[in-house]
Every structure is written in C-alpha cells, then in structure tokens.
C-alpha cells in the first residue's frame, strides 16, 4: 500500500518550513535507454517521490513557502490519448491537481518560461546542479535572464542552494509509516533468502537461485528489488559486488547472496552466506562463527547517543582479535587496528544508512565528528571476511572462503531493533534447512 496524500503533504510543509524563504525546484528521474529503442524499467527520484507521490517521468516539482494560494506546483506531461495507446496512462494536469494534491499543475513543455513568472521575488533558489545536466543548462540560463532583468525592477534569486541539504536530513530519520514499510520489506526478502537457502543444492547454477529470489520477492507485491543481486558462489564471494550470477555451485562451497527488495519505495539490504550443501566445514565454522561475533558486538553497540563510527570500531576490534587468533595476523592487537592490517580481509565499512535508497542519503560526520545514532535512524550492520585466491599471507586452508553477515538495524528510543531478524542466520539452524524443500524442476 503506497503512502497517503496526506503523508507527501506533510513532507512538503516539512521540507518548506526547513526552507523558510525562496523557492524550490526538484526534477523526476529520467527515462534511460537500455539499448536502441528500449528503455530500463523506469524508477521514480527518491527525492522527488518523497515530496510528491509521482512517479511518472518527464514532470517537475516547484515549491513556494511564500505562496498565497500556490505552493505546491506540478509540471507534468498532459494527457495524450495516443500515446497512452502505447505507454500508459497519464495522470495528466487535471489528475496533478485531483490525485496528487498540487495548487496548481501546468504540462512540462511550459516550465522554462513559467519559471519567471514564479521566481519573482524570491531571495534563494533551491535546485541540485549536476544531479540532471541536461536541465542545468535550462536553469542556468534562466537564472541568467532573470537576474538581468533586474535593471527592470525585477527581482531575481541571488542564492543558489541544494535542496539536498534539508531533504537527506528529512529522509535519514524515519517516520512510523516509514518503519512499517521497511519491515514489510525485511520480511518479504528474508522469506526469499529463506527460500532460497531452502532450494540451494550442488549442482546448480548461481541464477537458478537468483530466480527463487526475484520470484519470492514478486510474490509478496514487491514491485523491484532495491538493487542488483549477489549470488556468489565460492571463491567469487571474495568479490564484494559480484553480480554475474552464472556459476555452477559445487558441494563442500559456500554461498554469499545479498539481496533485497522495495516495498512502498523502501527497500531491505540482507545478506547470509551459508554451505551450498548444508554443512560447514572446519575452517568455514571457523570463519563464520568470527563474523556472526563481530556482528553480534557491533548490533549491541547500536543505541541513541552512540556515535555510527563507533558500530564500526566494534566489529574492527572483534574481527582483528580473531583473525590473530587464528594465526592470519600477528602482532600487538592495537597496532593490528592501527595499521589496518585486518583491511586485506575487511576492507569494507560495517554500516551504511538504509531507507529509499539501498545506501540511504544524509550526513555520516557533522562539524567533523562522526554524527550520534538517534531514533528512527536505519542502518545496516555488515561485518565480513574474504580470503581471496590472490592474496596469498593467510593459512591455505581458509583460501577462498567469502563470508559476509548484514542485517538492517532501527535505532529505538532504548536500543534497537533488527528489522531482517526473520532472515537465518545461526549455523545449526542455516544446516538444518539448507536444501530441505522448494525443489525446482529446472531442465538442464
């Protein structure tokens, strides 16, 4: 169920009493092209989805603080019935207004010379230059024509702001509505990751897995998976963002997936790593049982006043220690972290915001220090080792092995709360079904 019309009408009063004065302009996300005259799967701008519920291209989002009766003003394309024979319905001018609330709506070919006449007057220019160049040289030159008329008596925009300034920081804390979308979301992907674990059996290839994800994830309304999926099968775990999907699974090897899916513009980001045979290893326990310790640790330190650096140093610590342990690092454990040793095995952070976008916008460090988890904050807490064939300064026996543990972490008013929790994780109980149904019938 998508959020309300009055969710989107909140945000926008939010965001422009954030702004105070001056206007606000944000763009759709554009069509791109997937080859000749074929086009991706469009998905709307999560900015520009959060202040408006639109999710057509081609459209623009003005806002007004100082307007009497327009403060909210849509640019959109106007209804064509021809071709909506072939790409579907519009909501058009009149549905900009009726559907989705704006004060006013105009068709998008009208914008440049619109802008003048809702500029005047207005003291600062909220719009990100860069995030769509081929509308910054429109705005630029708007800008330009606007600012030379002020020998006319007419007043321009003399500050040039990113609107992104005010919305990350919107967006980084998250509403009740929010929340209940993200779990939806953790509970569809940790049902698939379940799923699949379920269906993992030597001898398949990497995509038959990645189709029991992508046809669980469909299967609870999913629209879209948040981000490309990781099936990675032995030795191409130890590349962080393997995607290829197209390598047999070989029995006494693990399996890396990190997957999630988009409810309601919200997405999960899980990962498990588990025996494609349903049954660790020495060596792989040994690994295993190292970062679920690490990520264990590093999910206590989550609560208000923390700071998000402090998640990381946690799992550093606990990594670094029983790496010495198993005799891949030697030395004094503070010079092991002082020297980032551990980084040739961990070479990742441990965390990153999560929410519309799978690594979720606002600020890491304010005034120079790393910024202090306060409630409503999402982040995921991800702790991992990677033994890769090319580095060769670690005992043979764990060459190979890949092994990453993520959940998606709510920062409460006392602690915490892990949203994927339904997604398994402890080793007797990831043997116990590894394998153990979901059989496909797959023609080889």
């Known amino acids: 169920m998508m959020p309300s019309n009055n969710i989107f009408k909140k945000r926008r009063r939010e965001f422009m009493r954030r702004m105070k004065e001056g206007a606000a302009l944000l763009l759709s996300a ?149 929340i209940a979308a993200l779990r939806a979301a953790c509970d569809a992907s940790a049902k698939a990751h379940e799923m699949a674990m379920r269906a993992t059996r ?33 030795s191409n775990a130890t590349t962080l963002h393997y995607n290829a999907n197209n390598r047999k699974m070989k029995p006494g090897e693990l399996l890396l997936i990190d997957a999630g899916t988009e409810i309601d513009y919200m997405t999960a980001d899980i990962t498990r790593t588990f025996p494609v045979n349903g049954k660790f290893s020495k060596e792989q326990k040994e690994i295993y049982s190292l970062v679920l310790e690490a990520q264990a640790a590093a999910i206590r330190r989550v609560k208000p006043g923390v700071t998000f650096q402090s998640v990381h140093e946690i799992a550093v610590q606990k990594i670094a220690d029983g790496l010495k342990k198993l005799g891949v690092l030697k030395g004094p454990i503070k010079k092991l972290i002082e020297k980032k040793n551990y980084v040739r095995f961990y070479m990742h952070r441990t965390s990153h915001w999560l929410g519309m976008d799978v690594h979720d916008c606002g600020a890491y460090y304010t005034a120079g220090k790393s910024r202090k988890l ?14 890769r064939e090319e580095e060769k300064s670690y005992p043979a026996k764990f060459c190979g092995i890949g092994i990453r543990i993520e959940d998606d972490v709510l920062v409460t008013k006392k602690g915490y709360e892990i949203l994927s929790h339904k997604a398994p994780k402890a080793m007797d109980e990831l043997e116990a079904i590894v394998g153990k149904g979901v059989r496909l019938n797959i023609p080889q």
Request: charge should be negative; aromatic fraction near 10%.
């Open 374 to 387: 306060e409630p409503g904050m999402v982040l995921t807490v991800e702790p991992g080792l990677y033994f």
């Open 202 to 234: 030597p001898g398949m290839s990497e995509y038959e897995i990645d189709a029991v994800l992508r046809y669980f994830f469909r299967k609870s309304g999913s629209p879209r998976m948040g981000y490309p999926t990781i099936v990675a099968s032995g």
């Open 30 to 178: 554009p069509v791109a092209m997937r080859n000749n005259d074929v086009e991706h799967e469009y998905r709307q701008d999560s900015n520009f989805f959060y202040l408006t519920g639109f999710e057509e291209p081609d459209a623009a989002c003005l806002l007004l603080p100082q307007g009497k009766n327009e403060k909210f003003v849509l640019f959109v394309r106007p209804r064509n019935l021809q071709e909506e024979v072939w790409g579907g319905h519009r909501a058009g001018v009149e549905g900009a207004i009726k559907r989705f609330g704006a004060d006013k709506a105009h068709p998008i070919s009208e914008l440049p010379k619109r802008l003048e006449e809702y500029l005047g007057g207005a003291k600062a220019f909220y719009f990100q230059l860069g995030a769509r160049p081929d509308m910054d040289k429109m705005i630029t030159e708007k800008l330009g024509q606007l600012r030379a008329n002020s020998r006319a008596g007419f007043s321009a925009p003399s500050d040039l702001r990113d609107p992104a300034a005010i919305l990350h920081e919107m967006r980084l804390i998250k509403s009740r509505e929010e």
